[in-house]
């Protein structure tokens, strides 16, 4: 007697829900697929959502960081078109994008950013480390001479993704099954490096093993460091010290979850590529750019 009704309010519950899904996600969705995000893991600490930029045109996002107000998120072409690798600011507050500027095409992946402040933004490729000058990157007069540094990284170097603290940048390997590493290279170091050059793994000043499928990074306020891993089937967050390695805390997060970067605010921001025009076959369905309050992880 009471199964109609209940279907139909059934029906209702799940209609809220997909309306909601796709309303509170800022910028524009894409074409592609008509799927929902899913319920992420720690949904309740994420505080901002925005459909990764361009993925209906093929982008893949990967590398995150934050400079002032703005959010900057690389991305590489999954389609294999031009151009390979794109970068793109969004003012954090409105999730607005402001700008998006080309990386070279020696650039393939673009699967870290780290700002390391004033207009110095770096970029990890997998065989190169650049240094884009962001005051010349989304200014159309000056982008063409926005990239004012470029080391080879000499294998077994990779540049899977970047971190920035107290002038250092901390490159990352994704590795798997086994674990990867992520080393401290000082920014003096980099700065002396001549034209053309290249940087090798015993010119760290540091180095620390960390976890398989680690694929982005970042320093929280008080130091900390902290690490994604994920896979199509899995995301997790860490939080490291970086003078022992020790793991502090570990977190649940949405599969495909890539590079890290925390804002004046204290929010982590994230990226996934889980349901990306390249990645729409995953079981996770969530393109988009996310802040979190990692007070509220749990």
């Known amino acids: 007697m009471y199964l109609a009704p209940m279907r139909r309010l059934l029906a209702c519950a799940l209609l809220a829900a997909a309306t909601f899904a796709r309303a509170d996600v800022a910028g524009t969705r894409p074409a592609y697929s008509d799927r929902v995000p899913g319920q992420a893991p720690n949904a309740g600490a994420i505080r901002a959502r925005m459909w990764a930029p361009e993925i209906d045109l093929g982008f893949v996002p990967q590398g995150v960081t934050v400079a002032g107000d703005s959010v900057l998120l690389s991305a590489y072409n999954g389609e294999g078109g031009s151009p390979r690798c794109r970068l793109y600011r969004i003012e954090r507050r409105t999730l607005v994008p402001t700008g998006r500027f080309d990386l070279p095409p020696s650039c393939a ?150 590079d890290l970067g925390f804002d004046s605010d204290g929010l982590l921001w994230a990226v996934s590529e889980a349901g990306s025009k390249r990645w729409n076959n995953w079981p996770t369905y969530f393109p988009i750019l996310f802040s979190l309050d990692v007070q509220a992880l749990r």
């Open 109 to 258: 992946h673009a699967g870290g950013l780290a700002y390391a402040g004033g207009a110095r933004l770096f970029v990890a490729d997998t065989g190169y480390l650049f240094e884009v000058d962001l005051a010349r990157a989304f200014d159309a007069a000056h982008a063409a001479h926005a990239v004012v540094r470029a080391l080879s990284l000499r294998f077994p170097l990779r540049g899977s993704f970047l971190a920035y603290r107290d002038r250092a940048l901390w490159i990352g390997e994704y590795a798997q099954p086994e674990a990867g590493r992520i080393l401290r290279f000082p920014l003096d170091l980099i700065d002396a490096a001549p034209q053309p050059a290249e940087l090798r793994e015993e010119q760290a000043s540091a180095s620390l093993a960390i976890a398989p499928r680690s694929q982005g990074a970042s320093f929280d306020r008080d130091g900390f460091l902290w690490l994604s891993q994920s896979s199509s089937q899995f995301g997790r967050l860490q939080k490291i010290d970086p003078k022992s390695g020790k793991v502090l805390a570990s977190y649940e997060t949405v599969a495909g979850i890539e």
